[in-house]
């Protein structure tokens, strides 16, 4: 049973930020927020995590709602590398596996 | 970080024969874990891998099928057994040490004809 609601597709246009929703409303209180991608024919690539509090890092930012039943991961310069597919990962605090869903495949345009 | 290596890169199989695919990572993790990508789809769990123990099969998947070894903290072995073409799928490693990031290999893109 999916615990996250990705859409299936988006454009971005290069240069621009792309923002990526992901609804996660049945989330508990110990589970993380964790944005994967995969990049035709690699591995999938770790972006970032949160629990409850904005973060940023070097690849993206990512906004969780106050109720946590939301958030959204943020590109803020898009590029044509960041042309993939945009997984959204809730996550148990003491659980080690990963288990994706069908993700967001996000095409960036020139 | 870590760095994980996955042999071979890809294979083409005869049905019936089996394929060791190989996971070496260059640091020592706690958690290795195995992952099957059909065609056009997500990835699904297989396995964990236990350093000293048998490995953890997620619903769906049998030892017997999916053999698979960890000697130690930085290898392991996915075998696939008695192949059909229903098996040919990319099949990645993943690994990590603690519950903060899981790094992944490129896959194992295997075709059984």
């Known amino acids: 049973d999916a615990k996250t609601t990705q859409p299936t597709s988006m454009d971005c246009a290069e240069g621009r930020a792309a923002n990526l929703p992901c609804n996660h409303s049945t989330i508990s209180g110990n589970e993380y927020v964790y944005w994967y991608r995969q990049i035709h024919s690699q591995g999938p690539q770790y972006i970032i995590h949160g629990l409850k509090n904005n973060e940023t890092n070097e690849m993206a930012s990512l906004i969780i709602t106050e109720d946590r039943k939301s958030s959204t991961l943020i590109l803020p310069h898009a590029t044509l590398r960041d042309t993939a597919v945009y997984y959204c990962i809730v996550r148990g605090k003491n659980d080690y596996k990963l288990s994706f869903g069908a993700g967001t495949t996000v095409t960036v345009r020139a | 970080s870590a760095v994980i290596s996955q042999k071979p890169s890809r294979d083409i199989c005869q049905r019936g024969t089996s394929l060791t695919i190989q996971c070496q990572v260059d640091s020592q993790v706690t958690m290795m874990f195995w992952y099957r990508q059909q065609p056009g789809q997500s990835l699904t769990l297989i396995a964990t891998?236990?350093?000293?123990?048998?490995?953890?099969?997620e619903s769906g998947f049998v030892i017997d099928k999916f053999p698979i070894s960890r000697p130690n903290l930085t290898f392991s072995t996915l075998t696939v057994s008695n192949m059909s073409p229903e098996d040919s799928s990319i099949y990645l490693c993943s690994a990590g040490s603690g519950i903060e990031k899981l790094f992944f290999g490129s896959g194992t893109q295997l075709s059984v004809l």
């Open positions: 891998a236990n350093q000293g123990s048998e490995a953890t099969y």
